[in-house]
């Protein structure tokens, strides 16, 4: 398996609501990411996981809290939040260590309303 | 043709000629450097990677360049095809961690 899976494709939530973003991975890499995209921008790094543990934050708001449950799964969970979190959110794993490659999943599609 | 990839900038080609993607990175500590493709809808995809002590790596069809001196990547593409068509972005390794540049989107006129 050498493919990075999210779920769901896509996601409408209010601003009140609370959702999660999952992430999943079975090529036994050992850092994960969390990538916020908009429109025709770059990908931008949100959040760092190395062995399951929080090791970047990008000074992201509060309202997205990632989790780590295991080496295969990243969660992104949501709350409260603001039109202007609607982007694309992609997720990506590597092997652990420098001058390895990102190998992303296909992101998840948020709609804030 | 050929363009700078600072603000998004489009570049059209016909097929089956060459392409020049341009990127101008900003550490110059980053000692890693990859080019992704992303197609509409996806995430980016792997294209060619290059390590700061080489200036050239080339692949099936992509080449990479890189002048450490000022601090610029290149990404050709020989015989553009349709299926090339996508966003390219450079990413530089910066502390074990990858940031992207501006990118360039890409359109093959057939």
């Known amino acids: 398996d050498t493919e990075v899976t999210q779920t769901p494709k896509h996601l409408v939530m209010g601003m009140t609501n609370k959702k999660s973003l999952k992430c999943e991975q079975h090529?036994?890499?050992?850092?994960m990411y969390w990538y916020k995209q908009k429109a025709k921008k770059p990908p931008e790094l949100m959040f760092v996981y190395s062995y399951e543990k929080l090791s970047i934050n990008e000074s992201v708001p509060s309202r997205f809290s990632p989790e780590c449950p295991n080496s295969s799964l990243l969660n992104l969970h949501l709350h409260a939040l603001q039109p202007e979190d609607s982007a694309l959110y992609l997720c990506?794993?590597?092997?652990?260590?420098?001058?390895?490659?990102?190998?992303f999943g296909s992101g998840t599609r948020l709609t804030v309303v | 043709g050929e363009s700078v990839g600072l603000h998004l900038p489009t570049l059209s080609v016909q097929e089956g000629d060459n392409s020049i993607i341009n990127c101008a990175y900003s550490n110059s500590a980053s000692d890693y450097f990859i080019w992704y493709k992303q197609e509409s809808g996806k995430g980016p995809q792997f294209i060619i990677d290059i390590r700061s002590n080489m200036d050239k790596r080339q692949g099936q069809r992509v080449t990479v360049l890189l002048n450490k001196t000022v601090k610029h990547l290149s990404l050709q593409i020989a015989a553009t095809q349709p299926g090339d068509s996508a966003v390219y972005f450079c990413a530089e390794n910066t502390g074990n961690q990858f940031y992207f540049g501006t990118g360039t989107s890409l359109t093959v006129i057939p």
């Open positions: 990506a794993s590597s092997p652990r260590g420098r001058n390895y490659g990102y190998t």
């Open positions: 090529m036994g890499h050992r850092a």
